[in-house]
């Protein structure tokens, strides 16, 4: 047989229920009745624990919602403690008869003095489990009150432990979302802040890229108009070395002419037919005079020709050196390479003083300048060969006695294409060309000094 004493202590350890026999009936169905509203409420805490994904608020009033419907509440209030959770929105919420308020003025008198105390001490919570009808839970987060849950449940519901832990379960719950309410504030404010930086940095990448365009641009542009002073002081130079001394002779020459022929003239005879003859010489130097006036002209005046690299460069000196009747022919081998502006003038201006004083000098009729690019990228050589009747064993005996002394000015051209030649690294080389003049070469090895001062051409 059973023990009906020893089956009731049973019964009471399963269902927490200890009582006599008159009161065990009435004492399991209240208790069976608490089980089965826990169950509902851990459900409610399980549909509320959904919402995580649609934000703090959307749980919050979840929460509220549940644990109304668990305390069948008249009115229930989830509040934040002044100071906890700064960033948490709401900070408090009440549902009143299924309404969801959030607005102090939207408060009934009868809470507004309870949401005082959430507000301002929740740690009382705990010290007033249920009094005056009203059930009190603190929401806690790190073991700290920050805030707690007031109710007022329908009459007649008896209130046990487990619901106040239920709603303990529903407020800290709530609490950890409204705390996660300030990390996704504080990761929206990062990620405006990465936006709003990244495109900072955009539009500075965008500015850079067109600054850096123009000064692309101008750099080009100093570079076009280095290019053209190259060209219009090598002009300048050959207009005043034409003025000083081709003109200044052709004067003289004719002048002398005129002279002579008048003297023969005056003798009579014989000698005033030679004085008929000497009549065309005269008429000839003044052709020349009016030619190189023309020439002195058009050298003085600016270029208007866009520049270009090195070969082109040489194209347009040899042009310029057309006045003076010298054939000047320009051949370029190998692949060209860009090399600095500077370096670039200075080759143009030996090439320039070269050819000059083949046509001055050496009484050249044609000229060759050679630009050669080494194909294994070691050297670039500019050679001007003509075919006057200079000696290249005098040439280069006068530039060394110019090295040794200053001769007031004499070959100052040839010392000025020496000095040139070393600051670029490079070598100066005068022999006798095929042509049967002189042949000047230039080797400079590449890759050339960005920085280097050139010469005065004095």
Not at 158 to 170: N, P, S
Request: aromatic share 2%; proline share 5%; with cysteine.
């Amino acid at each position: 047989m059973n023990d009906p004493e020893r089956t009731t202590a049973d019964l009471g350890v399963l269902t927490g229920v200890r009582s006599g026999k008159r009161s065990f009936y009435p004492e399991y169905i209240r208790s069976t009745e608490r089980v089965s509203r826990a169950v509902e409420a851990l459900d409610g805490i399980s549909r509320a624990l959904v919402r995580t994904a649609e934000g703090p608020r959307a749980l919050v009033e979840a929460v509220l919602r549940a644990a109304s419907e668990h305390l069948q509440a008249d009115w229930l209030l989830l509040a934040v403690a002044d100071g906890a959770l700064r960033a948490a929105r709401p900070r408090f919420v009440l549902n009143v008869g299924g309404t969801i308020v959030d607005d102090r003025a939207d408060v009934p008198e009868e809470v507004l003095e309870h949401l005082d105390v959430l507000r301002t001490r929740p740690w009382e919570l705990d010290g007033w489990p249920h009094r005056d009808g009203l059930v009190r839970a603190t929401m806690t987060l790190d073991d700290e009150p920050v805030g707690g849950i007031v109710a007022r449940p329908a009459p007649g519901l008896e209130i046990a432990a487990t619901d106040v832990a239920i709603l303990r379960v529903l407020g800290n719950q709530a609490a950890v979302a409204l705390h996660n309410s300030f990390l996704f504030h504080a990761a929206a404010q990062l990620r405006g802040r990465t936006e709003r930086l990244s495109e900072a940095a955009e539009r500075q990448a965008r500015d850079l890229a067109a600054r850096s365009a123009e000064l692309a641009q101008t750099q080009e542009r100093l570079v076009e108009v280095m290019q053209r002073q190259v060209l219009d002081d090598e002009r300048h130079r050959i207009a005043r070395e034409l003025h000083d001394s081709v003109a200044q002779s052709v004067l003289g020459a004719g002048m002398t002419i005129e002279v002579c022929r008048a003297e023969l003239a005056a003798l009579g005879g014989r000698a005033a037919e030679i004085a008929a003859q000497l009549a065309p010489a005269k008429e000839l130097t003044r052709q020349a005079v009016e030619r190189l006036r023309a020439s002195i002209y058009a050298l003085h005046h600016t270029s208007g020709e866009t520049p270009g690299p090195l070969p082109v460069l040489l194209e347009r000196l040899s042009t310029v050196h057309g006045l003076t009747e010298l054939s000047v022919q320009v051949r370029v081998a190998g692949s060209p390479v860009a090399l600095p502006p500077r370096a670039e003038q200075s080759l143009v201006r030996m090439a320039g003083e070269a050819l000059f004083n083949a046509a001055a000098h050496g009484k050249a009729e044609r000229a060759l300048v050679r630009l050669q690019y080494r194909p294994d990228g070691s050297a670039v050589v500019l050679s001007v060969s003509d075919d006057g009747d200079g000696d290249p064993a005098q040439i280069r005996r006068a530039l060394r006695l110019t090295k040794a002394a200053d001769l007031s000015g004499r070959h100052r051209g040839l010392a000025n294409m020496l000095a040139r030649a070393e600051e670029l690294g490079g070598e100066l080389t005068i022999r006798r060309s095929r042509m049967g003049g002189i042949r000047l070469q230039v080797r400079v090895p590449l890759p050339v000094p960005t920085e280097w001062e050139a010469p005065d051409d004095g």
